[in-house]
């Protein structure tokens, strides 16, 4: 009986030169960019400007902001969610949009 060589295996890491940077292509792929970190920045911002305040905010306190100098903590975050509400409506409008438009086109 002859014996058949086996057939030698491929390396499963890639070379360096794979991707642009220089970098093996799973690190370039997985970092976190600035624009992801702004994407979760602003998913935060769209989750504190739809808390409805009838159903959530009143429960734990946070409908009604106290107006005064010495305002506790409860009062900041109170202060802070209608600020979101009222002042950043647009603006948030208008950076989804661009967020979309950057993931339609450049994906």
Same mark, same amino acid.
């Given at each position: 009986?002859?014996?058949?060589?086996?057939?030698?295996?491929? +390396?499963?890491?890639?070379?360096?030169?794979?991707?642009?940077?220089?970098? +093996?292509?799973?690190?370039?792929?997985?970092?976190?960019?600035?624009?992801?970190?702004?994407?979760?920045?602003?998913?935060?911002?769209?989750?504190?400007?739809?808390?409805?305040?009838?159903?959530?905010?009143?429960?734990?306190?946070?409908?009604?902001?106290? +107006?005064?100098?010495?305002?506790? +903590?409860?009062?900041?975050?109170?202060?802070?969610?209608?600020?979101?509400?009222?002042?950043?409506?647009?603006?948030?409008?208008?950076?989804?949009?661009?967020?979309?438009?950057?993931?339609?086109?450049?994906?």
């Amino acid at each position: 009986q002859v014996a058949v060589p086996r057939r030698q295996r491929e +390396p499963i890491h890639r070379a360096a030169s794979d991707s642009p940077l220089g970098r +093996p292509r799973a690190l370039s792929t997985m970092a976190i960019g600035l624009v992801h970190l702004f994407e979760s920045g602003l998913l935060m911002c769209n989750a504190a400007a739809i808390l409805n305040e009838k159903r959530f905010l009143r429960k734990y306190g946070l409908a009604t902001v106290v +107006p005064g100098e010495n305002m506790g +903590p409860k009062n900041q975050v109170a202060n802070f969610l209608q600020a979101m509400r009222t002042l950043m409506r647009y603006p948030l409008v208008a950076m989804n949009m661009l967020v979309i438009l950057y993931e339609m086109i450049l994906g």
